[in-house]
């Protein structure tokens, strides 16, 4: 489970640099051209997916590096079963919403697959299709990081 997790991560974490380098690259030809009265339309489209691509599996991601901003004052003062109960039900009002998340992008997903976008002309579905993929790698890395605090692994 460990690996596969971390194999996981490693895996969204080659996709944020590359989403990164197309969104700085295209923003880069975009500017450069504009320099010279000249515009291409898909560069705007193409940064605005990568961007909505990169925050949706950032936030996944951060998950993992436990890099979302939490409240974490009161939990650190607590000791014993009332710590762990704190831990498990802050993870199950995370996961009520992860769920959402995958159950709902994913029905969005399929209701705009046969929608293109307006330059690239790629189905709107695969530009959404990132909020149920981000929602279930939120659930593994939830389960990942709830059983390391559980055990005491993680503080």
Known sequence: MVRLVEGVNKVV??????LMVVLVISVFC???FRFFDYSIAWT???????MIWMTFLGA???VAARAH????LLVDRMEGLIKKAFIVLSAAVCLVFFVLMVVKGFELSMRVMNQPSAVLQIPMGIVYSVIPISGLILVMNLFYITTKQLKGELS
């Open 13 to 18: 974490h080659g996709i944020l640099i590359a």
């Open 60 to 62: 996944a991601y951060a």
């Open 30 to 32: 975009q500017i450069t």
């Open 44 to 50: 705007e489209e193409l940064s605005r997916y990568s």
């Open 69 to 72: 901003i939490g409240m974490e």
